[in-house]
């Protein structure tokens, strides 16, 4: 049984990510979408919302299964038995980000192994930042994120 994670804060969960969730799970039997915490962001939406939000976009989708863990995720990896990491690739930057955790986490764990899938085109430019901008001025971000989670996310960004 192939099995592979798609990491990410998730904060929120992005039409962006939705396409690599769909495109990961076609290439392996199970797929674990972990919300994990990046020590470089504090986030906006607590964990259990991230969760929350995420199942509810994936909901229908047999294959999937949607989680979190704390700490490095080399650990996460190696307790779930993954076969590899997916993370999505939207420009040259995101590359060299990839390249350098790819490095670290090979380092951590001679098994570990990252998949990269360009990211759609239509969708390389945007970010849960953008999102949460755009929602903290009352912008529309319909075309941003899930239909499942739009109202909650445009609701909780003018509240905060
Ligand atoms: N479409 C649109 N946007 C996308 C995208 C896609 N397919 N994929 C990523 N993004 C955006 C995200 O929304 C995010 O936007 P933001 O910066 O505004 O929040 C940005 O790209 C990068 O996010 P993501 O790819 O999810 O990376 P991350 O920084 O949130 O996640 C972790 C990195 C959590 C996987 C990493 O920090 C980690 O492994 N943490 C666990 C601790 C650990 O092991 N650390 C050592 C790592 S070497």
Known sequence: ????????????????????????????????????????????????????????????????EVTSHAGLLVDFFRESGADAVVRGLRSESDFRYESEMATANKLLCADFEVLLLPCRMDLALTSSSIVREVASFGGDISGMVPEAICAYVTRRMRVK
């Open 1 to 64: 049984m192939s099995i592979l994670i798609y990491p990410g804060s998730f904060d929120p969960f992005t039409n962006g990510h939705l396409d690599i969730v769909k495109r990961a799970s076609r290439l392996c039997d199970r797929l674990i979408v972990a919300v994990s915490e990046n020590s470089n962001k504090r986030s906006f939406f607590d964990s259990a919302e991230r969760l929350s939000m995420i199942r509810t976009c994936l909901e229908g989708m047999p294959k999937v």
